[in-house]
């Protein structure tokens, strides 16, 4: 009986700990807010850009240069991209994910990048 208690005892006030302390409403912090950042590489008539969604709801629109197929733009618009990158790691966001989709062949649609990025400490 006496071994009971003592396992029995602990395991309770710990579980009665761990239901008090998740109703608990924490203060807000930036840590864990999502950003969304989407790079438009338009082949037609609309020109390219970046735009970066913020968690506080603010946006930032970065224009690329007009898509063409050849070095000069890939390079150019590549270092935009990274610059943009490297500036949203200094402001302290890491990449989660990233996907593409369209064709970037075609001359007539628009290739989408969405990258996520997560606020850290």
């Not at 608990?24 to 609309?46: A, D, I, Q, W």
């Amino acid at each position: 009986m006496k071994k009971w208690l003592l396992i029995m005892v602990p395991v309770a006030i710990l579980l009665v700990f761990g239901l008090l302390t998740g109703f608990v409403n924490h203060p807000e912090s930036n840590e864990g807010k999502y950003l969304v950042m989407r790079v438009y590489e338009n082949f037609t008539v609309t020109s390219s850009k970046i735009v970066i969604n913020y968690p506080d709801s603010t946006f930032e629109v970065i224009p690329l240069k007009p898509f063409k197929y050849n070095d000069e733009y890939l390079v150019s618009n590549g270092q935009t991209i990274t610059r943009t990158l490297n500036k949203l790691n200094g402001k302290g966001y890491r990449l989660i994910t990233s996907t593409a989709d369209g064709k970037p062949t075609s001359n007539k649609t628009m290739m989408i990048t969405t990258i996520i990025m997560v606020s850290h400490p």
